[in-house]
């Protein structure tokens, strides 16, 4: 019990001021570029392939993220082992060297979260994103004791990931925003009734996020209840469409917004639930199509069937044709519209987690 001590301990002193850094720069991260949640890449034969990674990983960071989350589930945090998940995180701290934050993946019950958690903290990572526990259903008390568990282990911030059997209740969101090193919640069910229920119940400055499947067919319906971050999947193959969306979706262009809906994201969440497990093979399929060295999926999963990974081919080129499209004949921000006279960057993805 001596490491949980130590845990809480850490949490009102060290803690504190690196939760308050790392919110700082994911908020800094979310105004101004893509929060990347890189693919992992592995062999045909299926072991990692760290030098593909770093290469691919190269990329994300030079489209000049926010932050990046290696290690997550578009990552395939659940097939590494732990030498591979040091490996990945560890990869990921050396070729952001400092310049954006890394926030690693963590789970399944307490005690295996916790060795990750170790791991993360001694590559040197920012921050844990908690995915879910594995399998077992659990009471409101129990969902609080995982994260209370994680917390007292590891002076790393946490963001809380809720989706599947995880979902928080009013109370139970307050009792874990009460602990000193838990920053955020990032929610994947969609029930837009609880979560604005939920945010109105957080301490100011608490962050929240929307991190539903393709979550960009929801970002509208998320922001009206206060909740504009996303997560997009499609930064991880398509940049130029993650950026089209937000970049539309940030200056209210709704026809250019239902454009990109009707032409590419809702076909492609159709394509996605053809398969179970697609939410994460397209993107790493798409990702082949464009070059990227990023290899397979791990078992379970399995990559698209021919039929299906030449409809995404075909999906992909609409949606890189549209994005082009916008982007030329997009007008540029006026420049005495922003400080120091100088017209920003086009926007990426921002707010997203």
Known sequence: MEDVYIGRWLQVGL???LSTATVRRLRDGMASGVLSFPLTSFRADGSLDLDGFVVYLDGQVATGPGAVFPACGTGEFFSLDEDEYRQVVTTAVEVTAGRVPVVAGTGYGWAQAVRFAR??????ADALLVLPHYQVAAPQDGLVGQVEEIAARTRLPLIVYQRDQVSFTADSLRRIADIPNVVGLKDGHS???RLQRLTLSA?????????????EVQARAYATVGVPAYS??????????????FGALRRGDDPAVERLL????????????????????????????????????????????????????????????????????????????????????????????
């Open 191 to 193: 029930d837009l009734d």
């Open 232 to 245: 997009s999947a499609v930064h991880a193959f398509a940049p130029e469409i993650a950026g089209a969306f």
């Open 119 to 124: 791991i993360a903290e001694e590559a040197g």
């Open 262 to 353: 009707r032409a590419f994201y809702v076909p492609l969440v159709e394509l996605r639930d053809r398969r179970p497990g697609y939410a994460v093979s397209l993107v790493k399929a798409a990702a082949r199509l464009r070059g990227r060295r990023v290899g397979p999926v791990r078992a379970p999963l399995t990559d698209p069937s021919a039929a299906d990974l030449a409809d995404l081919e075909r999906l992909l080129a609409t949606g890189l044709a549209l994005a082009a499209d916008l982007a030329a004949t997009t007008p540029a921000a006026p420049t005495d519209a922003v400080p120091g006279g100088t017209a920003p960057a086009a926007p990426t993805v921002g707010a997203a987690l």
């Open 15 to 17: 803690d504190s001021d």
């Open 203 to 215: 301490p100011e400055g608490f962050l929240f996020f929307n991190g539903a499947a393709t979550a």
